[in-house]
T-cell receptor
Framework: GAGVSQSPSNKVTEKGKDVELRCDPISGHTALYWYRQRLGQGLEFLIY????????KSGLPSDRFSAERTGESVSTLTIQRTQQEDSAVYLC????????????FGPGTRLTVT | AQKVTQAQTEISVVEKEDVTLDCVYE???????LFWYKQPPSGELVFLIRRNSFDEQNEISGRYSWNFQKSTSSFNFTITASQVVDSAVYFCALSEAKSGNTPLVFGKGTRLSVIA
């Protein structure tokens, strides 16, 4: 079956512009996560959606970052007024509601802010 | 707070050698999950294993084996008879066991290079 997909795969933007990153989770997966991976680093949690519950936004680094999810499907991560330190790979993952935390990751979006 | 430490930043081995990747974790939870993921050069994370904190049995899957020891808060990963295709960054991760769906806390990863 289809895995987690993300678009675009690469995005180059100028400092100060807004960007939107998209994630399509695996069908039937109710939990969706966004992580950020800076060059040579591990993954940092950003935000987590579980069904219709309020999202866990505790990992968002600033109010320039926001995310939405439509029901139990597509999610969009928006970064406003991008800064050079936002350059990273943004990874999306999904998991089943009853799963034991096993998350399946998408290929990521590489964001470069110039 | 939860924390995962992978002290080895980079490891280089010659093909067919065995290699162990270390992972040490910190958590106040009594129930938690531990994971290993592989990130090949293509960039996509590949799930390797999940371990429940109540299950300390070691696990073997082909050339891969995992040694979970609660007494030392470690969850080490061994690749036997390494191959060039094993070259990747390997991440150890930890999550709480609240309904099974909580964000993962990752270590910084160990880059493994297997030389032919």
């Amino acid at each position: 079956g289809a895995g987690v997909s993300q678009s675009p795969s690469n995005k180059v933007t100028e400092k100060g512009k807004d960007v939107e990153l998209r994630c399509d989770p695996i069908s039937g997966h109710t939990a969706l996560y966004w992580y950020r991976q800076r060059l040579g680093q591990g993954l940092e949690f950003l935000i987590y959606f579980q069904g219709n519950s309020a999202p866990d936004k505790s990992g968002l680094p600033s109010d320039r970052f926001s995310a939405e999810r439509t029901g139990e499907s597509v999610s969009t991560l928006t970064i406003q007024r991008t800064q050079q330190e936002d350059s990273a790979v943004y990874l999306c993952a999904s998991s089943k509601r009853t799963g034991e935390g096993e998350q399946y990751f998408g290929p990521g979006t590489r964001l470069t802010v110039t | 707070a939860q924390k995962v430490t992978q002290a080895q930043t980079e490891i280089s081995v010659v093909e067919k050698e065995d290699v162990t990747l270390d992972c040490v974790y910190e958590t106040r939870d009594t129930t938690y999950y531990l994971f290993w993921y592989k990130q090949p050069p293509s960039g996509e994370l590949v799930f390797l294993i999940r371990r429940n904190s109540f299950d300390e049995q070691n696990e073997i899957s082909g050339r891969y084996s995992w040694n979970f020891q609660k007494s030392t808060s470690s969850f080490n990963f061994t690749i036997t008879a390494s191959q060039v295709v094993d070259s990747a960054v390997y991440f150890c991760a930890l999550s709480e066991a609240k309904s099974g769906n909580t964000p993962l806390v990752f270590g910084k990863g160990t880059r493994l290079s297997v030389i032919a």
